[in-house]
């Protein structure tokens, strides 16, 4: 199993950055597919981004392509999300979620654990 916890999240300006980090428990954090999803309120949690096992692949919802980038670090278990260029709609609950699909994951059911989630609020 795979205990996720997100940090990271604040009050940012639009147009500002913020960085978020994901730490996971578990010897097996390689083995996961992570990705990055979000919660405004009244809304439906969507898929931000994802990344494959060993960091080479990454994909992305098309609304925050060429502003945020998703990395990971296997030895340090962690998975982080670098948001630039921040908009008033990216405010949200931001979570961690750790799959094991060997594709590309942006279905929330296809995920196995998820984090608590960290606010990110983007003021005008």
């Known amino acids: 199993q795979v205990q996720l916890v997100e940090s990271g999240g604040g009050l940012v300006q639009a147009g500002g950055s913020l960085r978020l980090s994901c730490a996971a428990s578990?010897?097996?954090?390689?083995?996961?597919?992570m990705g990055w999803f979000r919660q405004a309120p009244g809304k439906d949690r969507e898929f931000v981004a994802g990344?494959?096992?060993?960091?080479?692949?990454?994909y992305y919802e098309d609304s925050v392509k060429g502003r945020f980038t998703i990395s990971r670090d296997n030895a340090k278990n962690t998975v982080s999300l670098q948001m630039n260029s921040l908009k008033t709609e990216d405010t949200a609950v931001y979570y961690c979620?750790?799959?094991?699909?060997?594709?590309?994951?942006?279905?929330?059911?296809?995920?196995?654990?998820w984090g608590q989630g960290t606010q990110v609020t983007v003021s005008s």
């Open positions: 578990g010897r097996t954090f390689s083995a996961y597919g």
């Open positions: 990344i494959s096992r060993n960091g080479s692949g990454r």
């Open positions: 979620a750790a799959t094991g699909r060997t594709i590309r994951a942006m279905r929330s059911d296809f995920y196995d654990y």
